[in-house]
C-alpha cells in the first residue's frame, strides 16, 4: 500500500478540516447539496471532485448532479447481487445475516475501486473489473480489506455523531463526506 492507515487517516482528516475551515459559504453550500433529497446529487458530483484531486467546491452544479445521478447508479449496479442475496437468506437468521454481510463486503472492495475509476476514465471505467482487481492486487489483498473495514468503522462512528446531534450534528456531515472521498482517494491515487 501506498500510504499507510494511520497516515492515510490523518491525510484525510487534515484535508476534510482544509476544505472546511475558513470557507464558511461553501461550507454552508455543501451542507445543503448533503442533507436535501434530490438536490444531493449535487453533492455527491462535487465530493466526487475529491477522486479527480479538485477541491470540493460548490460550481458546476449541472455536472456535479449528472455525477452524482452517475456515481448513484454505479452504486445501485454494484449492489443488486448483495440485495438479492440478502432476499434469499433473509429466512436463515443469523446464518443468512452473516452471508449477506459477506457478500456485501467482497461488493463494497470493489465498489470503491469502482467509484474512483469512473471519477478517472468514466462511466463505463466502473465496470472494468479487470483493473479494479489489479489495483486491489497492487495495495496488497489483506491490506485493503484492512484499510476498508477501517474505513468502515471511523465513517460509521462519524456519521452517527453527525446524525445523532440534532440539527447541529449535519453541519459535520460534509466533513464526513470530504473524508472518506479523501480517505479513498489516497488509497488509488
Same mark, same amino acid.
Given at each position: 500500500?501506498?500510504?499507510?492507515?494511520?497516515?492515510?487517516?490523518?491525510?484525510?482528516?487534515?484535508?476534510?478540516?482544509?476544505?472546511?475551515?475558513?470557507?464558511?459559504?461553501?461550507?454552508?453550500?455543501?451542507?445543503?447539496?448533503?442533507?436535501?433529497?434530490?438536490?444531493?446529487?449535487?453533492?455527491?458530483?462535487?465530493?466526487?471532485?475529491?477522486?479527480?484531486?479538485?477541491?470540493? %467546491?460548490?460550481?458546476? +452544479?449541472?455536472?456535479?448532479?449528472?455525477? $452524482?445521478? #452517475?456515481?448513484?447508479? =454505479?452504486?445501485? !449496479?454494484?449492489? &443488486?447481487?448483495?440485495?438479492?442475496?440478502?432476499?434469499?437468506?433473509?429466512?436463515?437468521?443469523?446464518?443468512?445475516?452473516?452471508?449477506?454481510?459477506?457478500?456485501?463486503?467482497?461488493?463494497?472492495?470493489?465498489?470503491?475501486?469502482?467509484?474512483?475509476?469512473?471519477?478517472?476514465?468514466?462511466?463505463?471505467?466502473?465496470?472494468?473489473?479487470?483493473?479494479?482487481?489489479?489495483?486491489?492486487?497492487?495495495?496488497?489483498?489483506?491490506?485493503?480489506?484492512?484499510? %476498508?473495514?477501517?474505513? +468502515?468503522?471511523?465513517?460509521?462512528?462519524? $456519521?452517527? #455523531?453527525?446524525?445523532? =446531534?440534532?440539527? !447541529?450534528?449535519? &453541519?459535520?456531515?460534509?466533513?464526513?463526506?470530504?473524508?472518506?472521498?479523501?480517505?479513498?482517494?489516497?488509497?488509488?491515487?
Amino acid at each position: 500500500m501506498s500510504i499507510g492507515i494511520g497516515e492515510n487517516l490523518g491525510k484525510s482528516f487534515g484535508f476534510a478540516k482544509d476544505s472546511l475551515v475558513g470557507k464558511w459559504l461553501n461550507w454552508l453550500l455543501l451542507i445543503i447539496v448533503t442533507i436535501i433529497p434530490i438536490v444531493n446529487f449535487i453533492g455527491n458530483g462535487i465530493y466526487l471532485k475529491i477522486y479527480r484531486g479538485e477541491e470540493p %467546491v460548490v460550481k458546476d +452544479i449541472v455536472k456535479a448532479f449528472i455525477d $452524482g445521478i #452517475l456515481l448513484t447508479v =454505479i452504486g445501485i !449496479i454494484y449492489m &443488486i447481487i448483495p440485495w438479492i442475496v440478502d432476499v434469499l437468506v433473509s429466512n436463515l437468521g443469523v446464518v443468512g445475516d452473516i452471508i449477506a454481510l459477506i457478500v456485501t463486503f467482497i461488493f463494497l472492495l470493489l465498489l470503491l475501486p469502482a467509484e474512483y475509476a469512473f471519477a478517472q476514465k468514466g462511466f463505463g471505467a466502473a465496470f472494468a473489473f479487470g483493473d479494479h482487481i489489479a489495483k486491489i492486487k497492487k495495495l496488497g489483498w489483506g491490506q485493503y480489506i484492512l484499510a %476498508v473495514l477501517v474505513f +468502515i468503522i471511523v465513517v460509521a462512528v462519524l $456519521g452517527s #455523531l453527525a446524525v445523532l =446531534i440534532p440539527v !447541529i450534528g449535519w &453541519i459535520f456531515l460534509p466533513f464526513v463526506c470530504i473524508f472518506s472521498m479523501k480517505f479513498v482517494a489516497n488509497l488509488f491515487a
